[in-house]
């Protein structure tokens, strides 16, 4: 059929993006829409965001054609320092470590920098196999034969498959009637770069505090700073206002506090950036002729760093399943492929969804006799291998 493609996806971001090339790698006729341009999503300096990509998710990038893209190196994450404290007071001295060494691989992910990454799906979306129309906006008719999207000011094209990757608002998704559930946490994100006196030499350091995990994550060097970390940080709404007035000498000193002192002083690099946390699950992954991707479909606390990378579980389970089907010859959307969708990827994020509320609950809190069974906690499992391994192998997506 003219303008027919397997899969129509809505939204361009780094779900969406990475699907696009993994279905195009894998033989789909692949059209992308989004509403904005895509040259402006490229930042041409360093604002202080990055992304932690688990193992497994490499593997997704890599098959995408994306990870050789990169133009910027990542930094790899080798060893994962687990401790608890007070803001402003040494770390508890029992303490978790874990090292990618002992489960025989080179790391547990590697931090990318977000422009890099959106640099890079600009990049292969380029190379003429995907139909990119950006900006754009379109119109979505779905019905049991096939879907049809109309582009304002262009064609209207024909899909098998249209798939949600426009993020927690997606229009697509409640236009279908999907139901979702939302969880609060009166807490905000707060993300930067920070460069650093001493080295990293590629380790994470996961501090838990009562208002929330204070994470500093290990990057490679970047130009005017040989030493850089990301930071992701969570605060209660009232105290994250008054962080993020604060000047950047002030507001630096709050993160040398919490951070300590182990890679010297501090100075921050890029922007600061604020996100409100909140979990959400759908009632059904799925409609007619549709399905939904990363944020559309699910949304967790950075607690364990796990929210892209579950994205891009879907983006592997999704471009699998239409990649299998493409290739034989069937529909790209039919009912029963996108109830193996569903089967596949709704168990795994309902899982992650609840265990980091069970982490969050569970560390940001101050009641000392809770601070103690999980400092105990934290103790016992740095002596238990086998018990270590298994979280290592979760950490790493496999």
């Not at 002992?102 to 979306?125: C, T």
């Not at 262009?154 to 426009?166: K, N, Q």
Request: hydrophobic share 45%; glycine share 10%; aromatic share 6%.
């Amino acid at each position: 059929m003219a303008d027919g493609y397997d899969v129509g996806i809505i939204g361009a971001g780094p779900v969406g993006g990475a699907l696009a090339c993994l279905l195009a790698a894998r033989g789909a006729r692949v059209a992308v829409i989004d509403h904005a341009a895509l040259p402006p999503m490229e930042h041409p300096d360093f604002d202080g965001r990055a992304y932690a990509i688990a193992a497994g998710s490499r593997a997704v990038l890599e098959e995408a054609g994306l990870w050789d893209r990169l133009p910027y190196a990542p930094g790899p994450i080798r060893d994962i320092r687990v401790s608890d404290g007070k803001v402003g007071r040494p770390a508890s001295p029992l303490f978790l470590h874990f090292d990618s060494a002992e489960v025989g691989e080179e790391a547990f992910g590697w931090m990318v920098e977000a422009r890099a990454l959106r640099m890079a799906i600009n990049a292969r979306m380029a190379e003429g196999d995907i139909a990119v129309f950006a900006p754009a906006q379109a119109e979505v008719t779905r019905a049991t034969e096939g879907a049809s999207i109309a582009i304002a000011g262009g064609p209207t094209i024909t899909a098998r498959l249209v798939v949600a990757a426009e993020g927690r608002r997606s229009r697509l998704r409640d236009d279908a009637g999907i139901a979702v559930t939302r969880l609060p946490y009166g807490q905000v994100g707060i993300v930067c770069a920070v460069a650093h006196e001493l080295p990293h030499h590629g380790t994470a350091l996961e501090h838990f505090l009562p208002a929330g995990p204070f994470a500093q994550l290990p990057m490679a060097a970047t130009e005017g700073a040989p030493n850089l970390s990301a930071l992701v940080w969570t605060e209660r709404d009232a105290v994250a206002t008054r962080l993020l007035a604060m000047d950047d000498a002030s507001f630096i000193r709050e993160a040398q506090r919490r951070m300590g002192s182990h890679l010297g002083t501090i100075r921050l690099l890029g922007k600061r950036w604020s996100y409100p946390l909140s979990a959400m699950h759908v009632d059904r992954w799925t409609d007619t002729r549709l399905a939904l991707v990363g944020d559309a479909a699910h949304g967790i606390h950075p607690i364990a760093g796990q929210g892209l990378n579950l994205g891009f579980r879907d983006v592997a389970s999704l471009g699998r399943l239409v990649g299998e089907a493409v290739a034989r010859g069937e529909d790209a959307g039919s009912p029963a492929l996108l109830a193996r969708y569903q089967a596949e990827r709704r168990p795994d994020s309902l899982l992650m969804l609840a265990a980091t509320d069970a982490l969050d609950r569970l560390f940001s809190s101050d009641n000392p006799a809770l601070r103690l069974a999980r400092d105990l906690g934290i103790a016992a499992v740095h002596r238990m291998p086998r018990l270590k391994r298994m979280f290592m192998r979760q950490a790493m997506g496999r």
